[in-house]
């Protein structure tokens, strides 16, 4: 599977738009784009995952790029209950070798 | 609908003893993984059962380590004898494999300190 390279941590402020990054440059044609998020001391959540077209759900929004290069997942309307780790991966369909990487600590402030 | 249940939450024990996480998955999910997360090494993919076969066991750390799924509903992760390091939350997660893009629930964890 490909490697994702996501920012370390960022910011928000509540009730702004939180736009989170992920570089997968190496992704192949038939590898998905996941969307996962950590809340402290929780199992990871599952939050929305695309192969190349925009998808939205009722969690967030994840914007893929024509060349398939880059993600970006965002959420909308940011509260405190969104801090959390949000985690990129990249898989193909049908193996189920789900690795996680760093991920990008996402702080939301009042 | 019960989610990925897990036991016990929490595991105090001593270095030496042998250690048994449990792990439910969600009914008519056909894959079950166990992940070990530690602040130094982050969410780490141990071992995962496709229609209760192992598949990839590549992250389990050492022999000590052990995983067994007799059945579809219950998965044992077992530690003999087990050491401070491997203090960490254990995470059991489960998917529907026939779906191919079908997401991972994962458990609530069991979080185990040995001393």
């Known amino acids: 599977d490909a490697k994702t390279t996501q920012p370390t941590s960022m910011d928000c402020a509540e009730g702004r738009a939180a736009n989170l990054p992920c570089n997968h440059s190496?992704?192949?044609?038939?590898?998905?784009v996941y969307w996962y998020r950590q809340i402290h001391s929780q199992g990871p959540q599952y939050i929305i995952h695309?192969?190349?077209n925009n998808e939205t759900n009722e969690m967030a929004s994840l914007i893929i790029t024509e060349d398939r290069k880059s993600s970006t997942l965002i959420l909308p309307h940011a509260t405190l209950r969104d801090t959390a780790v949000y985690y990129c991966?990249?898989?193909?369909?049908?193996?189920?070798?789900?690795?996680f990487g760093a991920g990008t600590r996402l702080t939301v402030k009042p | 609908d019960a989610g990925v249940i897990q036991s016990p939450r929490h595991e105090v024990t001593e270095m030496g003893q042998e250690v048994t996480l449990r792990c439910k998955p969600i009914s008519g999910h056909n894959s079950l993984f166990w992940y070990r997360q530690t602040m130094m090494r982050g969410l780490e993919l141990l071992i995962y059962f496709n229609n209760n076969v192992p598949i990839d066991d590549s992250g389990m750390p050492e022999d000590r380590f052990s995983a067994k799924m007799p059945n579809a509903s219950f998965s044992t992760l077992k530690i003999q004898p087990s050491e401070p390091r491997d203090s960490a939350v254990y995470f059991c997660?489960?998917?529907?494999?026939?779906?191919?893009?079908?997401?991972?629930?994962f458990g609530e964890g069991s979080r185990l300190t040995v001393l």
């Open positions: 190496t992704i192949s044609g038939n590898e998905y």
């Open positions: 695309g192969l190349k």
């Open positions: 997660a489960s998917r529907n494999a026939g779906r191919n893009t079908g997401e991972l629930f």
């Open positions: 991966i990249v898989r193909v369909a049908g193996n189920n070798d789900m690795r």
